[in-house]
């Protein structure tokens, strides 16, 4: 499927009915309903392939990084005092077999303040993104210093090898959404839910957060309908080249 007849297959618009929901009001909505979409099936060498992958991948890496991270543990928290390194937040994967939202907990390194989640009803005037995302430049929130850093380079997001490595999500996917992000989807961008989510993607290895959501619902259900092997290899190595040149992140 083009990114150009994806653009207008159906509407990408979501509702706004749920706009103001916070993440715990989402989460209690969607836990236990019907997505309306259901997971992919079938391809079961390729999503042997994959999962084989993810875990000898997230898993050498781990092992590898474990000592850089314990470092980086340790400077977070010298710079956000009475804070622990981690971060961990309510996120949407794919869908269950049944339909129903799939609702983990995803880890990151901590980039921002201890009380960044309660500041946010406070800065949402200074929403720079589209759609239901939230994104600003120059968040208030961010650790100076290595918070922003971290997000520039998205080391922030290491901790979700973990993730991988567990099987809630994959090295390559449609990134995660909150749940007060995927209550506001219409069934159109629902799609993305239909594969495993990842730790990177077409959209991070392109624009990144320069994209619009519009722009990302056809990003990612271009990889929903065209995604293998060699495809997810080169946007391994095309997240890995976004991160060290650090260009759309915020």
Known sequence: MSRENASTDAQTTPTTASADLTNAEAVR?????????????????????????DIVASGSAIVV?????????????????GAGPFYSQARVGRVNQDGTYKIFRMWKFRSMVPDA?????????????????????????IIP????????HSIDELPQLLNVFVGDMSLIGPRPGLPCEIA??????????????GCGGVWQAGERSDSSFIGMVDADLD????????YDLRLVLGTIRSMFHGGGAY
């Open 145 to 152: 210093g290595v918070g922003k850093f971290i997000r520039r």
């Open 223 to 230: 990889y929903v309908e065209n995604c293998s092997a060699g």
């Open 29 to 53: 909505l969607l836990q236990g309903a019907d997505s309306g979409v259901r997971p992919q099936s079938g391809r079961l060498a390729y999503r042997f392939v994959k999962r084989t992958f």
């Open 65 to 81: 990084l474990a000592i850089p991270s314990a470092v980086l543990s340790a400077v977070i928290v010298a710079k956000s005092p």
């Open 117 to 141: 989640d309660e500041r946010l009803a406070e800065l949402k005037y200074m929403n720079e993104a589209d759609g239901p995302l939230f994104k600003i430049k120059d968040d208030p929130r």
């Open 184 to 197: 506001q989807y219409d069934e159109r961008a629902k799609r993305r839910l239909t594969v495993k989510a």
